[in-house]
């Protein structure tokens, strides 16, 4: 990946951004690929190489400013051993390491479209995860909850995850923004309107999500227990 390709990549996030001139907006690593963003389109952490206000990405970067970021992106994919795919930006996934189809039960669809609905609103932070929500409900296969597998995670599922970068275990209960609001110290209940959230939903046992997060196991099913209202 040269400097040129990088620009390139970069130059097709910028042109699809409509800026607004007092806004701060950034050059971000989100979901996996190189995007340019609102400062404020999500509160998760997630790596920035260069933040300026919309007239400065409107005007046209610098070339002391396109260095910086080229040097900064070219240096996070070394150090990161990833590689872009020109065209989008987005990580090159090889074959053996390309991810599944998810699977989602018609009761989880049903609800979560429901909240699709009603959580939208103009200018939201959540917008982001909805659209998130909606292009996976548009994208994953659809089963009766009879005939989900026992190991994919669905909704109020417990997961156990391990995190590969920080070598520690954990456990959490996949549940829908209401609920979240009332975890308990020792049991984390997660928001599916998350980025973690949103990348649990639908995966299965041994599956790795937001690039250091292994599903281990899942030691409660609604569907698996026979509890189908959950």
């Not at 400097?3 to 971000?28: D, N, P």
């Not at 549940?175 to 990348?199: C, E, M, Q, Y």
Request: glycine share 4%; proline share 3%.
């Amino acid at each position: 990946m040269t400097e040129k390709k990088i620009r390139y990549i970069v130059s097709r996030a910028v042109a699809a951004t409509r800026f607004v001139s007092e806004k701060y907006y950034h050059i971000c690593w989100w979901e996996d690929q190189v995007q340019c963003q609102y400062v404020h389109h999500t509160r998760d952490a997630h790596k920035v190489f260069y933040f300026a206000p919309g007239s400065t990405f409107r005007d046209g970067l610098s070339e002391f400013q396109w260095t910086l970021v080229t040097t900064r992106i070219l240096e996070f994919c070394q150090s990161q051993g990833i590689e872009l795919v020109l065209r989008s930006g987005r990580r090159k996934m090889s074959r053996r390491h390309a991810t599944s189809r998810r699977c989602l039960t018609e009761f989880d669809s049903e609800r979560l479209r429901i909240l699709l609905a009603s959580a939208r609103t103009p200018g939201s932070e959540l917008n982001a995860y909805l659209d998130r929500l909606q292009r996976l409900l548009e994208t994953s296969d659809i089963v009766a909850p009879h005939d989900v597998p026992r190991d994919v995670v669905t909704m109020n599922s417990e997961v156990h995850l391990k995190d590969d970068h920080a070598d520690h275990d954990m456990a959490l209960s996949l549940v829908f923004p209401a609920d979240a609001r009332g975890s308990d110290l020792d049991k984390v209940k997660l928001s599916v309107l998350t980025r973690t959230g949103l990348s649990l939903l639908g995966r299965k046992v041994g599956d790795t999500v937001d690039g250091c997060l292994k599903i281990l196991a899942v030691p409660y099913q609604p569907e698996a227990a026979g509890d189908f209202d959950l």
